[in-house]
Structures are given as structure tokens and as C-alpha cells.
């Protein structure tokens, strides 16, 4: 008799154990889950990824070489169609008459007029940002 109590001692004590640890493992379960909703509303859009290459064209392994010359070469380009047609009126003997020698004067003009545009753009991106949540 007194090992059918102790058998059944030990069964209840292995049931309780067994209990805790689905218990504990139930916990950690929603803890993560919990974890992982917070982490999940904390993007934003400043967290977001931003990589030239979807914006770019730049073949593989010439980067060191495209975005110089994307950082120079556009400016340039938008400042000297800015000048041909609001400084020049349009007009292409006016427009030689103009010094573009002057390439810092002309890069300033287009990076002045390419900031302003990016900047809108990325204004009007944040605006329109949907972070994509679960809202519950």
C-alpha cells in the first residue's frame, strides 16, 4: 500500500511539473508575440531602408564611379536648362551668350533646384507612408 501512495505521489508531482512547464513555455510564447507587436509598431518611415539602386541606374561593381558622376553631371544638367530657360528665355542665341564656364555658378543653380525637388518628393512620400500594421 505504501508503494501505490508514493506511486501516485510521484504521478501527481510529475503531473505538476509537467503543468509549469506548458505554463512557462505558454508565457514565453506571448511574451515573444507581445515583443514582436512592439517591434512591429515601432517602424516608421525614418526607419525604412533607402537604397540608390532602386532610384538609379548603376550597374554592379561601378557605384564608386556612377554616383559621382550622377552627383556632379545632373546638377549641372538642370542648372544649365534652368538657365537656357528662365535666364535665356528660351532662346539659344541668348543662350551662348551666357558664360558656362562658370561650371560652380551652374552646379549651384541645378543642385539648388534638384534639392528642391527632393526634398517635395520626400515630403510627399511621408505623407502618403502607410507603415503597413496589423491594427487590432
Same mark, same amino acid.
Given at each position: 500500500?505504501?508503494?501505490?501512495?508514493?506511486?501516485?505521489?510521484?504521478? %501527481?508531482?510529475?503531473?505538476?511539473?509537467? @503543468?509549469?512547464?506548458?505554463? @512557462?513555455?505558454?508565457? #514565453?510564447?506571448? +511574451?515573444?508575440?507581445?515583443? +514582436?507587436? +512592439?517591434?512591429? %509598431?515601432?517602424?516608421?518611415?525614418?526607419?525604412?531602408?533607402?537604397?540608390?539602386?532602386?532610384?538609379?541606374?548603376?550597374?554592379?561593381?561601378?557605384?564608386?564611379?556612377?554616383?559621382?558622376?550622377?552627383?556632379?553631371? /545632373?546638377?549641372?544638367?538642370?542648372? #544649365?536648362?534652368?538657365?537656357?530657360?528662365?535666364?535665356?528665355?528660351? $532662346?539659344?542665341? *541668348?543662350?551662348?551668350?551666357?558664360?558656362? *564656364?562658370?561650371?560652380?555658378?551652374?552646379?549651384? /543653380?541645378?543642385?539648388? /533646384?534638384?534639392?528642391?525637388?527632393?526634398?517635395?518628393?520626400?515630403?510627399?512620400?511621408?505623407?502618403?507612408?502607410? $507603415?503597413?500594421?496589423?491594427?487590432?
Amino acid at each position: 500500500m505504501n508503494e501505490t501512495t508514493e506511486d501516485e505521489l510521484n504521478q %501527481k508531482r510529475d503531473m505538476l511539473y509537467y @503543468n509549469q512547464l506548458i505554463m @512557462n513555455e505558454r508565457r #514565453a510564447k506571448s +511574451v515573444h508575440e507581445k515583443y +514582436v507587436k +512592439v517591434t512591429k %509598431k515601432r517602424t516608421n518611415f525614418g526607419t525604412q531602408k533607402v537604397d540608390f539602386k532602386d532610384y538609379l541606374f548603376v550597374p554592379d561593381n561601378w557605384e564608386f564611379i556612377a554616383y559621382p558622376l550622377y552627383f556632379v553631371g /545632373i546638377p549641372y544638367i538642370v542648372g #544649365a536648362f534652368f538657365l537656357f530657360l528662365f535666364v535665356a528665355g528660351g $532662346s539659344w542665341d *541668348n543662350f551662348q551668350l551666357l558664360n558656362l *564656364n562658370a561650371f560652380p555658378v551652374v552646379w549651384l /543653380i541645378g543642385y539648388e /533646384i534638384v534639392a528642391i525637388c527632393l526634398l517635395i518628393w520626400i515630403m510627399i512620400l511621408y505623407l502618403t507612408y502607410d $507603415s503597413q500594421e496589423d491594427e487590432f
